[in-house]
């Protein structure tokens, strides 16, 4: 009740500069984000330059028991854990501990080549050629009592490519990198992680996944099969993946985290050499630094980010370095979500506090949509956009593709700009409504360019 009372009050502090009615809608919109995925539960978390503005759970973290989730129930990280562990690689920086450029031999003597010659550059962005998981998939029943242990996994093994010549995500790269934070340290991987990173950053609820012990505050596992909401029974043990995937943590932690980033904790230099991307020996730039992802949402704001899916969690961090804006989404289902476009739109309503969508009426149209398929091809439909009130409207669209057949459309805090809620979640919605409506929708979830408006919408509307 305690912990309950101090985020209210926190709360209330950071609400001031946001009206209740875009509260109110922010709301609205995740619990038809909750209804349209039918994931079990949602817990989301918003920061701003410090201080927390928005927290809320949706759904349950136990649907059994019908216990509500809540900001402060703990999930799985899944490799939101790479970047909780690159926040200690910063923190190490920033203490002149650590080179992201010097070899791992000069860390760890005991490491063998070609291991010892990567640097923490390489590693954490993903350039280094280690394959992303152990060859054996015995691993996932064994619990792992230190992170030196799982140099088995290295044995026999090789480099996928040259180091720097090529991209390949790697979550068994960051076993490396807890053995890194030990040896220069001095101290056990978590015991670092406890006192030196969670316990600074008041993250009191994360904590090493362990997958025999649940509290009363952690979220049930689920997973979506056919369409049905199902409870994991098997669950699988992080501990062989710990610095990449195996924490369990609360979005008010993770947010929390994301402190670390602009008030000292972590230094100015160290933090602009974090986000900036790392680039192959060709001069291809990967969009991905030291574990951090680099993005930009619909109106071209450049976002800092990283999201996970794992065995009952997908979940996301994102943030936004100009306006210190932090937001992350954690759900206890695994499932496939757009969830970075998804907390990106769902973001407008802090970020444009002071904007305000036109109005819109109420009207019923009809439309003529293109839909431009991935292989190249085109498909035409007939549909239909309403609009009952300025709050909510209803796009309906004759296609056999049942997730784009009918689904809620809400106007976002900004001009011509709109939201689709999709059983694959957030979408954006460009729409301009006068004289005549015009709209492209788009899905940018793998994309090249960071600015992913420069890319072809997925849909074109067009009123009849």
Same mark, same amino acid.
């Given at each position: 009740?305690?912990?309950?009372?101090?985020?209210?009050?926190?709360?209330?502090?950071?609400?001031?500069?946001?009206?209740?009615?875009?509260?109110?809608?922010?709301?609205?919109?995740?619990?038809?984000?909750?209804?349209?995925?039918?994931?079990?539960?949602?817990?989301?978390?918003?920061?701003?330059?410090?201080?927390?503005?928005?927290?809320?759970?949706?759904?349950?973290?136990?649907?059994?028991?019908?216990?509500?989730?809540?900001?402060?129930?703990?999930?799985?990280?899944?490799?939101?854990?790479?970047?909780?562990?690159?926040?200690?690689?910063?923190?190490?920086?920033?203490?002149?501990?650590?080179?992201?450029?010097?070899?791992?031999?000069?860390?760890?003597?005991?490491?063998?080549?070609?291991?010892?010659?990567?640097?923490?550059?390489?590693?954490?962005?993903?350039?280094?050629?280690?394959?992303?998981?152990?060859?054996?998939?015995?691993?996932?029943?064994?619990?792992?009592?230190?992170?030196?242990?799982?140099?088995?996994?290295?044995?026999?093994?090789?480099?996928?490519?040259?180091?720097?010549?090529?991209?390949?995500?790697?979550?068994?790269?960051?076993?490396?990198?807890?053995?890194?934070?030990?040896?220069?340290?001095?101290?056990?991987?978590?015991?670092?992680?406890?006192?030196?990173?969670?316990?600074?950053?008041?993250?009191?609820?994360?904590?090493?996944?362990?997958?025999?012990?649940?509290?009363? @505050?952690?979220?049930?596992?689920?997973?979506?099969? %056919?369409?049905?909401? +199902?409870?994991? =029974?098997? #669950?699988?043990?992080? !501990?062989?993946?710990?610095?990449?995937?195996?924490?369990?943590?609360?979005?008010?932690?993770?947010?929390?985290?994301?402190?670390?980033?602009?008030?000292?904790?972590?230094?100015?230099?160290?933090?602009?050499?974090?986000?900036?991307?790392?680039?192959?020996?060709?001069?291809?730039?990967?969009?991905?630094?030291?574990?951090?992802?680099?993005?930009?949402?619909?109106?071209?704001?450049?976002?800092?980010?990283?999201?996970?899916?794992?065995q009952g969690a997908r979940t996301v961090i994102i943030y936004y370095p100009d306006s210190e804006l932090s937001?992350?989404?954690?759900?206890?289902?695994?499932?496939?979500?757009?969830?970075?476009?998804?907390?990106?739109?769902?973001?407008?309503?802090?970020? @444009?506090?002071?904007?305000?969508?036109?109005?819109? %009426?109420?009207?019923? +149209?009809?439309? =003529?949509? #293109?839909?431009?398929? !991935?292989?190249?091809?085109?498909?035409?439909?007939?549909?239909?956009?309403?609009?009952?009130?300025?709050?909510?409207?209803?796009?309906?669209?004759?296609?056999?593709?049942?997730?784009?057949?009918?689904?809620?459309?809400?106007?976002?805090?900004?001009?011509?700009?709109?939201?689709?809620?999709?059983?694959?979640?957030?979408?954006?919605?460009?729409?301009?409504?006068?004289?005549?409506?015009?709209?492209?929708?788009?899905?940018?979830?793998?994309?090249?360019?960071?600015?992913?408006?420069?890319?072809?919408?997925?849909?074109?509307?067009?009123?009849?």
């Amino acid at each position: 009740m305690k912990k309950i009372l101090l985020i209210a009050s926190i709360l209330i502090l950071g609400l001031k500069s946001f009206s209740q009615e875009s509260l109110a809608n922010v709301d609205i919109l995740i619990e038809d984000l909750l209804k349209k995925t039918q994931v079990a539960g949602i817990s989301i978390s918003v920061s701003k330059q410090g201080n927390l503005i928005y927290s809320q759970g949706f759904g349950f973290s136990d649907v059994k028991n019908k216990t509500e989730m809540a900001p402060t129930s703990r999930i799985r990280t899944a490799s939101l854990a790479k970047v909780i562990t690159a926040t200690a690689l910063g923190k190490l920086a920033t203490d002149g501990k650590l080179d992201f450029d010097t070899p791992l031999k000069e860390y760890i003597t005991f490491l063998k080549e070609p291991y010892a010659s990567l640097t923490t550059r390489q590693i954490a962005g993903h350039t280094a050629g280690v394959q992303h998981r152990p060859a054996s998939k015995k691993t996932k029943n064994k619990h792992f009592v230190e992170v030196k242990e799982t140099l088995s996994f290295f044995e026999g093994t090789t480099l996928l490519f040259e180091p720097g010549t090529d991209y390949k995500y790697s979550s068994l790269g960051y076993n490396l990198l807890s053995i890194l934070i030990e040896e220069v340290s001095g101290k056990r991987y978590t015991d670092f992680m406890k006192e030196d990173i969670f316990v600074p950053l008041g993250m009191t609820q994360t904590m090493p996944d362990n997958a025999s012990v649940f509290t009363e @505050n952690d979220a049930k596992l689920y997973y979506l099969q %056919g369409g049905k909401l +199902k409870q994991e =029974k098997k #669950i699988e043990d992080g !501990s062989y993946k710990l610095a990449g995937a195996g924490f369990r943590s609360t979005s008010v932690d993770m947010v929390k985290m994301m402190n670390a980033y602009s008030n000292g904790f972590i230094s100015k230099e160290v933090v602009k050499d974090m986000f900036k991307s790392n680039r192959l020996l060709n001069g291809e730039v990967t969009n991905v630094g030291i574990g951090w992802r680099m993005n930009k949402d619909i109106n071209n704001i450049s976002t800092i980010e990283h999201a996970g899916n794992w065995q009952g969690a997908r979940t996301v961090i994102i943030y936004y370095p100009d306006s210190e804006l932090s937001i992350s989404v954690m759900i206890n289902t695994k499932c496939t979500l757009f969830i970075e476009e998804s907390t990106q739109i769902i973001a407008q309503y802090f970020l @444009n506090k002071d904007q305000k969508q036109e109005d819109i %009426g109420t009207f019923s +149209k009809t439309l =003529k949509i #293109i839909n431009n398929r !991935s292989g190249g091809s085109i498909e035409n439909y007939t549909g239909k956009l309403e609009f009952i009130d300025t709050k909510k409207g209803a796009l309906h669209i004759e296609t056999d593709r049942s997730w784009l057949k009918q689904n809620n459309v809400y106007p976002l805090p900004s001009k011509n700009n709109f939201t689709l809620s999709t059983s694959y979640g957030l979408l954006y919605l460009r729409m301009n409504l006068n004289p005549k409506l015009e709209g492209e929708l788009f899905q940018y979830q793998v994309l090249s360019d960071t600015y992913h408006m420069n890319q072809k919408p997925m849909l074109y509307i067009k009123e009849k």
